[in-house]
């Protein structure tokens, strides 16, 4: 089956994807623009940028004592406009940089991308995803316009399963033990 689905590939709207790159780009660029000056991929020139020049409260530290300017420290700070534009960039930055562009890497000449399944990379004997890994694509609303990109062969559809504990499960099922059937 994993060698199928490799070999097979997904279906990539080409067209659809770069749309959204270019449109992510020039958002990026636009939120971009007031704060210039500053290198948003980093941390402490950001941390400058929030508690120094915009005067803003530092609610966390970092492991080592710093100024946190992580998801978490922006959240409590996205009363802020300037935050929330912050939070944007970070956002869109993420979708370019580990979606848009490996996806539009490798699209073959067939109009697919073709991942590699590997079963045997994890400890816990779960599938992991190469070439791209399409395992992390957010189902965030936020992230829509990503999972756009993706189209179903004709007379199918596409589907996401959330395959929650599903290693219990499966002992359940295989064991037939009575108390974890019933949970």
């Known amino acids: 089956l994993a060698y199928r689905i ?17 449109a992510a780009e020039a958002r990026i660029a ?13 941390p402490a020139q950001v941390a400058a940028l929030l508690y120094d020049e915009w005067g803003l409260p530092c609610t966390s530290k970092t492991k080592t004592g710093g100024r946190s300017t992580d998801k978490d420290a922006l959240e409590g700070l996205s009363w802020d406009p ?7 960039h970070r956002r869109l930055t993420k979708q370019v940089d580990a979606y848009y562009l490996p996806l539009l890497d490798r699209i ?13 990379r994890t400890v816990t004997g779960r599938f992991s995803m ?17 999972r756009k990109v993706f189209v179903p062969a004709k007379g199918l559809v596409l589907t996401e399963w959330d395959l929650s504990q599903i290693e219990v499960r499966v002992a359940a099922d295989l064991s037939q033990e009575p108390s974890l059937l019933r949970v």
Request: glycine letters at 8%; zero cysteines; charged letters at 25%.
């Open 30 to 42: 636009e939120l971009s623009e007031p704060v210039a000056h500053v290198n948003l991929k980093a």
């Open 82 to 88: 300037r935050v929330a534009a912050l939070m944007e």
């Open 130 to 146: 190469s070439g791209p890994n399409l395992q992390p694509i957010p189902r965030e609303s936020t992230a829509a316009e990503i």
């Open 6 to 22: 490799t070999r097979t590939g997904v279906r990539v709207d080409e067209k659809q994807a770069t749309k959204g790159l270019a």
């Open 108 to 120: 073959g000449d067939d109009g697919r991308i073709h991942p590699s399944l590997n079963p045997w």
